[in-house]
């Protein structure tokens, strides 16, 4: 299944995802990181759940919004043209080429990345590679769905111009941050697909802390009035 639109054309230099960005004291795009040894994958019950406008729903317990045509997720094979193939590993994945997919993360992290991979169509003479109409993004918003920043990581994920193709292909994108004020990852463009999340640097949503805080002082209180 392959869902991009007639390609645009446009140059690109093959930058493989092996590369690893270090993490500065400022906010950084992550290639390449192992998965968290709690990364979460995006299965659903392993039932597709597409839609062709926008649409909210849940997945893996993060609730996400899309603005167009996405899947979450789908759970059959996905071919990337030159970009390698994935079989029966379920995904999130923007199935228009233009749709953004808005994930929420339940709480505020510095890191947030992912397994991911979109499409991509090389001559077999190594000529020009073509994306779809949006290059895919990645993007970190804040608890009030501020652009903390955002990635363009067209090149990051290439796969082979020969024609070559390897099966699961892909990597982990994602970024980090030196504090923990990402509430939200976004990711979209040229049928971008994502099969897992890894987050790190948590933060309690406020929700979450008013409930400590009420438990908190229930036990005092409760101290003080058997002290009584």
Not at 38 to 46: E, P, Q, R, W
Not at 92 to 99: K, M, N, R
Not at 158 to 165: C, E, L, Q
Not at 188 to 215: H, Q
């Amino acid at each position: 299944m392959f869902f991009a639109p007639p390609p645009v054309k446009r140059g690109a230099s093959l930058v493989f995802a092996s590369l690893l960005l270090s993490v500065s004291a400022h906010a950084d795009l992550i290639v390449g990181l192992p998965p968290a040894p709690n990364s979460i994958s995006f299965t659903d019950g392993g039932i597709s759940n597409c839609s062709a406008a926008g649409t909210t729903g849940t997945d893996a317990g993060f609730s996400i919004t899309t603005d167009g045509a996405a899947c979450l997720p789908y759970t059959g094979g996905l071919s990337f043209v030159d970009n390698g193939q994935w079989f029966s590993l379920p995904a999130l994945i923007d199935t228009s080429g233009t749709t953004t997919l808005t994930i929420k993360l339940g709480g505020t992290y510095s890191a947030v990345w992912g397994f991911m991979n979109y499409a991509l169509v090389c001559p077999p003479d190594f000529g020009e590679c073509s994306y779809g109409a949006h290059d895919p993004t990645v993007t970190a918003l804040d608890i009030n769905k501020n652009v903390l920043e955002t990635h363009d990581i067209a090149g990051f994920l290439n796969g082979s111009s020969s024609g070559d193709v390897d099966f699961l292909a892909g990597d982990t994108v994602g970024i980090s941050r030196s504090t923990s004020d990402i509430a939200y990852l976004q990711i979209g463009g040229d049928n971008i697909a994502m099969t897992n999340i890894s987050l790190s640097g948590s933060t309690p949503e406020p929700s979450t802390i008013t409930l400590f805080a009420f438990a908190a002082g229930m036990i005092v209180w409760r101290l003080r009035t058997r002290r009584a």
